[in-house]
């Protein structure tokens, strides 16, 4: 039986331990609230560097270096990601590391007068060549899409940065982020795996405790919808784009029904739009559907790759599977379809301590509980009339957004984006 424990400790760190009996290994991370949705535009990417600095093993004391390197020669998995909302560091081993664990996490946090001018020269030029790499590979598209749904703020800020803003940021500057970020207040704790919960506990008040207390009170971050086009022109004769629209946020239940329309459009070979755009037409080898949700908004969204001379015939045909979802029933078929493919998915994904921690620990810091039972619960509820009220809901012209690499004509695009 799994077992859910939540509680804060004194110094208001809050803490969530799930005991989950039938897997080996635990994952404990610590959650901070804060990522690119904090920044703005003279400070963009100073949380994915700050990672960086944290999350530096070999640049740690000797105490927490020598942590790290008995869990690395264990076979842990140790890692740490900056996203929207949110930064994670987190560690996956097997359940008698446990201990080593929790204190190379607190290690980690207590002091980070580790981290000098020289250690932030030095992690800034790593950062830079992360950031050069990223920015040539498809997957800026995503972050083009962000900011051509929300604008270059909150939300729309891309979170590894901008090269000019990340190679300006100073040491006082960054420091000043950390002292006022990186505090137990801002902080949540997450262990999932086979632990005993009384027995886990005992070690995070023990270690944890001594953690300096101090009240953060952070500001909600704002949203504010700004559909838009944004292209990057190249010469390759291929347009790699995404298309969509505003979603529902991570609150919503509407966004159980919208799990639906993602697994009917744009999930797997027998998906509508894999069906029309690739097997009936062979436009395209891949084209996929996804949906995001975020404490204040969310999106779903269309992305492919497909020739240039095919671009206007492939936009077409997703803004019609779109338009379809939104004016007609889908079938009975295709909505259990839909049902089990999400049921199958994600118990296939909480077969990893990892994957409960990225769940677990992010319903949590945004003040929910996640149980898998109530989640396959809500999606064998959803019917076909709440699937089409929330495609009506959200495909909407107003609501269009596009971003896109490569070479198009922009005033066809502005012409042909929209629903009849």
Known sequence: MVILHKTVLGNGLRVVVCQVPYIQTV??????NQGGKDEDESNNGISHLIEHLIFTPKNAHVELANLFQDLNEK????????????????????????????????????????ITPKLVNKEKKIVLHELQQYYRSSRIVHELFSQSLWGESSLGNIVIGKEEIVSGLEYPTIMNQVRKEYISDNFLLCIVGNVNVDTTMTL?????????ATVRNKEDYTVELQPNIIVTPTEMGKIQFIVGVEGVD?????????????KVLGGGLNSRLMQEVREKRGLVYDISTYKTVYKNSGAFACKSTCNQTDFDKVLELVLNEFAEMRDNYINDNELESAKQMERTEILMTFEHSFNQFKMIGRAAILGRDFSIDDYIRRIQNVSKEDVQRVARKIFQ????????????????????????
Not at 250 to 262: F, R
């Open 250 to 262: 991570y609150y919503d239940p509407d966004k159980y029904p919208l799990t639906i329309i993602n």
């Open 27 to 32: 994952t404990a991370g610590i959650w901070v």
């Open 397 to 420: 012209t107003e609501r269009l957004a596009f971003s896109c690499i490569g070479k198009i004509d922009t005033e066809k695009l502005f012409k042909n984006l929209h629903f009849d």
């Open 204 to 212: 995070v008040e023990e270690i944890f405790g001594p953690l300096e």
């Open 75 to 114: 076979g842990a998995l140790i890692n740490a990601s900056t996203g929207k909302e949110f930064t994670q560091f987190y560690i996956c081993a097997m359940k008698e590391n446990l201990l080593s664990m929790l204190k190379a996490l607190f290690l980690t946090f207590k002091d980070t007068s580790r």
